[in-house]
């Protein structure tokens, strides 16, 4: 749905009312990224007040930013004490229907190595904790790549966890590890990554800043307070760096993008055994199907004793005799 189709679908020109329903909209997204959307398309205004007032969820009225899918899960586990409500509806799926069901959805393809057969190992850092969450659930999941959170330096236990991950990889098959790095753009960002680089700067081959870089400036929106962060930051002079862009002002297309070209540029689709899976999927669904049609053929062949059905009514029935 386009951006300023919004006002006109919603019939409102209340900003928390048009963020409320892309927040539905986009589900996966953070605050901050459907703050900046929606900032860049002139549908709320883009000042601290209004920043503030969208993403944290302390200063909502409505609690609506406040974790929803937990609230939505909590919500939906009240309704169900209340109702009685659990699980599957006995009168419109039998026993020998929801097994059948049952076997075919628990013989499932595994998830194939993909990283195996390649020269590179590849892991993401990430500045932000709820952007982390957002890449890994993405890309970070679907490509095979590990995704961090960049605070993790600073705990001693992860960063020993971290050392020990490298040097056990290192030991079990020779690759180059890479970090590929994401944060803001600003005295602090690169601080931050000056911190990550500085802890593995021994342990992999290379770690690469990807994003933000001065290449994504134009197009995308300062933080509120850039000029303010600019002046007061530390660092700055340090690191020649006065503005102050965060990484959830990017599209989130772009951000994606941006991740998913970056690690193609490490990752050789040729050495990839494609032809071997593909006989592997092959026997494995014909063995499937008939492993299948074996177990469903027991069950439809199947028939319950009178004896124990009569059995079963007869007990219930001296049960309540008894109340």
């Known amino acids: 749905m386009k951006m300023k189709k919004a006002i006109k679908y919603l019939n409102t020109n209340d900003p928390d009312e048009v963020f409320k329903f892309y927040k539905r909209y986009y589900r996966s997204l953070t605050n901050k990224q459907i703050y900046y959307l929606l ?94 969450e957002y890449i890994r659930n993405e890309i970070g999941n679907p490509r095979q790549v590990r995704v961090c959170h960049a605070n993790d330096i600073f705990s001693e236990r992860k960063l020993r966890d971290a050392y020990k991950r490298f040097e056990e990889m290192s030991l079990r098959e020779p690759k180059e590890f890479v ?65 102050h862009y965060e990484m959830e002002a990017l599209r989130p297309t772009e951000l994606i993008l941006l991740i998913d070209d970056t690690i193609d540029e490490y990752y050789d689709r040729r050495l990839f055994p494609g032809k071997t899976i593909e006989d592997w999927v092959k026997v494995f669904n014909n063995l499937k199907e008939k492993l299948v049609q074996s177990i469903e053929k027991s069950i439809y062949s199947f028939e319950p004793s009178d004896s124990l059905e009569n059995k079963s009514l007869n007990n219930r029935i001296a049960y309540r005799n008894t109340d």
Request: net charge neutral; charged share 20%.
């Open 39 to 132: 900032a860049k398309e002139g549908l709320i205004e883009h000042t601290w007040g209004s920043y503030m007032r969208h993403i944290f969820p302390q200063t909502r009225d409505d609690g609506f930013a406040i974790d929803t899918v937990k609230k939505y899960g909590e919500s939906c586990s009240k309704i169900s004490r209340e109702t009685g409500y659990y699980g599957i509806n006995a009168n419109l799926l039998n026993p020998k229907k929801y097994l059948s069901i049952q076997v075919r959805n628990s013989l499932n393809l595994p998830s194939f190595e993909l990283w195996s057969h390649q020269r590179y190992c590849i892991e993401l850092w990430v500045e932000h904790p709820d952007l982390a």
């Open 179 to 243: 970090i590929l790095y994401l944060g803001n753009w600003g005295a602090a960002g690169r601080k931050m990554y000056e911190c990550v680089a500085k802890q593995f700067s021994n342990r992999v081959s290379l770690i690469r800043h990807i994003g933000i870089n001065f290449e994504h400036i134009p197009n995308i929106l300062p933080h509120p307070l850039a000029k303010i962060l600019g002046k007061h930051a530390e660092n700055n002079e340090i690191f020649d760096i006065y503005e």
